[in-house]
């Protein structure tokens, strides 16, 4: 190449092109690496499982969350998935073992500064209430809906806006409109209390793996 063509404008044009092309896919590439090989152990299962969770292919789903657990005992998201599995298959006995055992497994080893571990925390708690709640077991619903609000009310206030759209609902049920409204119709006589509500009951969603 001459001199001239080093400097043409069409060629400096063309360089910078493919250079961008190729920094983008090398970052591309690192964030795969980053994100799947140096991942900790299980995280990769889950991100799968959890997948599988949101279509409702609850047998694959529940596979991939064991699969986790095999190389990481305990692994709060694979337990939270696993606990999900088992509530939408309406399988409440293990559902609710499942959530027990993460609610006592979190309590006794979260590390004060790990905020992504009190959300998960707080996530088991009200996940535990949408079960209860389902069985028609309202004052313990209630009990686990001020837990997970005392825990981290952050965590468990509402869907988000990507999820507003996915399910068409624009103000959706969230834990502290729930318990309000559970604690206000507990407070009434048993024959004025209006406690299943199914079109509003619906808008509820559970709170997905961390």
Known sequence: ????????????????????VATFVMFSV?????NYVEAPPGDFEVRQGDILLGDKKYAEALERFNAALAVSADHR???????????????DAEAEAEFTYLIDYLSRNLAPDDSTGYGA???????????????GKYEKALADY???????????????????????TPRPSTVRKRAVYLHEQLALPPEKRLLRVPEKDAEQRMYKPF
């Open 121 to 135: 925390y707080a996530a088991a708690y009200s996940n535990r209430g949408i079960l209860y709640d389902r069985q």
């Open 30 to 34: 690192w964030a795969v690496v980053n």
């Open 77 to 91: 998201g694979a337990l939270m998935g696993r606990a999900l599995v088992f509530l939408q298959t309406e399988r």
């Open 146 to 168: 001020i837990q997970a609000l005392k825990i981290d009310e952050g965590a468990v206030d509402g869907p988000s806006l990507i999820d507003k759209i996915l399910y068409g």
């Open 1 to 20: 190449m001459t001199a001239k063509g080093i400097t043409d404008p069409r060629v400096i044009r063309r360089f910078v092109v493919l250079l961008g």
